[in-house]
Nanobody, 124 residues
Framework: QVQLVESGGGLQQTGGSLRLSCVAS????????MGWFRQAPGKDRDFVAG????????EYADSVKGRFTISRDNIKNTMYLQMNSLKPEDTAIYYC?????????????????WGQGTQVTVSS
């Protein structure tokens, strides 16, 4: 089992930026696709962005396309989510997840491991 630890969340104003990080333990990080998901109060956990094992393929939810960028550093066992032009509707707990396969992780049912989450709050 891989342990995932997110960081980088916080309070930001509308239009601001934040960079989330997800550090993974273990030696299998580079073999699997990863993803970011978010959950707002009273709502389901939704897909935000996903990346394949090498970082060559990325996918995004329509709501964040052009504003968020997912990336990974397999040497550092770390995945990132650069969030620009933040909006109040981006407010949520953000979770990183490791997939069961090498491809992009975009379905939460295919996640093998989850982090504990980091809170992102965007004020208007």
């Amino acid at each position: 089992q891989v342990q995932l630890v997110e960081s980088g969340g916080g309070l930001q104003q509308t239009g601001g930026s934040l960079r989330l990080s997800c550090v993974a333990s273990g030696r299998t990080f580079s073999s699997y696709g990863m993803g970011w998901f978010r959950q707002a109060p009273g709502k389901d956990r939704d897909f935000v962005a996903g990346i394949n094992w090498s970082g060559s393929i990325t996918e995004y939810a329509d709501s964040v396309k052009g504003r968020f960028t997912i990336s990974r550093d397999n040497i550092k066992n770390t995945m990132y989510l650069q969030m620009n032009s933040l909006k109040p509707e981006d407010t949520a707990i953000y979770y990183c997840a490791k997939g069961r396969f090498a491809g992009v992780l975009r379905q939460k049912i295919l996640a093998a491991d989850w982090g504990q989450g980091t809170q992102v709050t965007v004020s208007s």
